[in-house]
């Protein structure tokens, strides 16, 4: 099955940005529901942003207001746009896509610096 496949992860100072991607090729975005999770060692993953075929966003109280995400169906892009980054905020992050079938990225790690 085709899976998402992120990038845009990398090492950042507190107060940073960076903006993730994930490549969704193969999916019919109008009816798959896209999320950004991230999971830091030891840890279960979380949500963090996602938006539905449609177009609802839901974002996680912990990054309201500083992270963005958005979507390009036509590219079958998503992206995860964070300014304003913390150390709390180091993780992994995955792109998800639910509709149909449920499938996972390889993740891509941010790392943020204080």
């Known amino acids: 099955q085709v899976q998402p496949v992120e990038s845009g992860g990398g090492f950042v100072q507190s107060g940073g940005s960076l903006r993730l991607s994930c490549v969704v090729s193969?999916?019919?975005?109008?009816?798959?529901?896209m999320g950004w999770y991230r999971r830091v060692p030891g840890q279960e993953r979380e949500l963090v942003a996602r938006i539905s075929g449609p177009g609802i966003i839901n974002y996680d109280d912990s990054v309201k207001g500083r992270f963005t995400i958005s979507k390009d169906n036509a590219k079958k892009l998503v992206y995860l746009q964070m300014n304003n980054l913390k150390r709390e905020d180091t993780a992994v992050y995955y792109c998800?896509?639910?509709?149909?079938?449920?499938?996972w990225g390889q993740g891509t790690q941010v790392i943020v610096s204080s």
């Open positions: 998800n896509a639910v509709g149909p079938s449920r499938v």
């Open positions: 193969g999916f019919n975005m109008n009816i798959y529901t």
